[in-house]
């Protein structure tokens, strides 16, 4: 009943208006069309005068007719409605049907006591057809029946940068609808460690499987945040193509407060300062030895390097400055021009009331570097040997 009112209804907003453009033949079968619709009808007079000033109405009356004789459940014809005629003036409804129809109804907790021991659960709605997806250990997942049989298993690979990733922390795990396809998707979030973030968007009935990464360095987290990672996405690079899937994923990046994109020059830098300091752990302590770190020539550090004023040596000239919230000092080789860290730590915040490195200079032998600090009047000294890496204290 619902649908023949709506068909009359149609019907009545399409009875022909005078048009003496059009011929007498064109406008005759516009009337019949609209007098007695049916979806073969229409598909008649648009072949035949595809450019007529009726054209738009008989368009949306089969549109109509297609669109209303859909059963409300029926999940793949809406799709196939929803990707045959994109353009159609009741793509909304049909949007909003097949959101409806991806919208599952299992709740978390119900989620979790199917699965049974996991990480995590969910409810996951496929074209009406309810399940559970449980994700265990190493990014498998589990797909069982709302009565918890098991319907298959699926396994998605860890993305890593590192050979040896960090410890798995698992961030966010449900389902979306991306808008440029409709598909009901899982969508993972996970750390590596502390220094690698990862988001998957997955088809798993397709077994498709499309990840971004996020990584740098870990920085304190603010209030409301798990973590914090200042640095770069692989999948950020400008120019470079991506899949409507992995786009989506680095807009969620751009949004997300946790991630601070830094530029690769500071990215470098900071994988520098990193390095020397798991390399000197005790530099500070009661270390003899030192290894230095030569620098990529496109971080900032070298950059700076370049620009700051230098103690000439031997071999090569020293410099001192801070940088991304470090006292560094560098040496730049007189043949080559790379450039090497050789100390680093913290930068002094109180100079009033803290020991700080004020200048270094060399001996007359050109290789041995002097590193002058001052706590009040008070003052110390360290002493690198250059040539073999190797460090001296004195007061």
Known sequence: ????????????????????????????????????PTLKAAERFLKKYPESVYAPKVLR?????????????????????????????????????????????????????????????????????????????????????????????????????????????????????????????????????????????????????????????????????DFRIEGQSPEMIEGLALSPETAWIVEEFKANSSLQQISKADLLTDTAIKWWLEKNPKAQGGASRLHFGQLDPESSI??????????????????????????????VSKSTGDCTLVWCEPACRNKKAHKYLSSVYFDSDGTTLNLFYYVGRSISKLKILLPSQTLRRSN
């Open 1 to 36: 009943m619902r649908k023949s009112i709506l068909t009359a209804l149609i019907c009545l907003a399409l009875l022909p208006a005078a048009a003496a453009a059009q011929s007498k033949a064109e406008t005759n079968m516009y009337g019949r069309t609209v007098k007695k």
């Open 302 to 331: 070298a950059a700076a390097c370049r620009k700051a004023p230098k103690e000439k040596g031997r071999s090569s000239n020293a410099a001192v400055f801070d940088i991304r919230g470090y006292t560094v000092i560098c040496t």
């Open 61 to 225: 009356l089969r549109d109509s007719l297609v669109f209303f004789a859909i059963d409300y459940d029926d999940a793949e014809g809406m799709r196939n409605y929803y990707n045959t005629y994109p353009d159609s003036p009741f793509i909304d409804l049909a949007t909003d049907r097949i959101m409806e129809h991806n919208a599952t109804q299992i709740d978390h907790e119900e989620a979790l006591q199917i699965a049974g021991k996991c990480l995590d659960a969910i409810g996951f709605k496929v074209d009406n057809v309810e399940h559970v997806v449980a994700l265990d250990e190493g990014l498998s997942l589990r797909f069982l029946s709302p009565s918890g049989e098991l319907e298959m298993t699926r396994s998605i690979p860890v993305y890593s940068l590192s050979d040896t990733p960090g410890a798995f922390t698992l961030v966010k795990f449900f389902d979306v609808l991306p808008s440029f396809n409709l598909r009901n998707y899982l969508y993972i979030g996970y750390l590596n460690g502390d220094s690698e973030y990862v988001e998957v968007l997955y088809l798993p009935y397709e077994d498709i499987v499309n990840q971004a990464m996020f990584y740098g360095n870990p920085v304190k987290p603010s209030e409301g945040e």
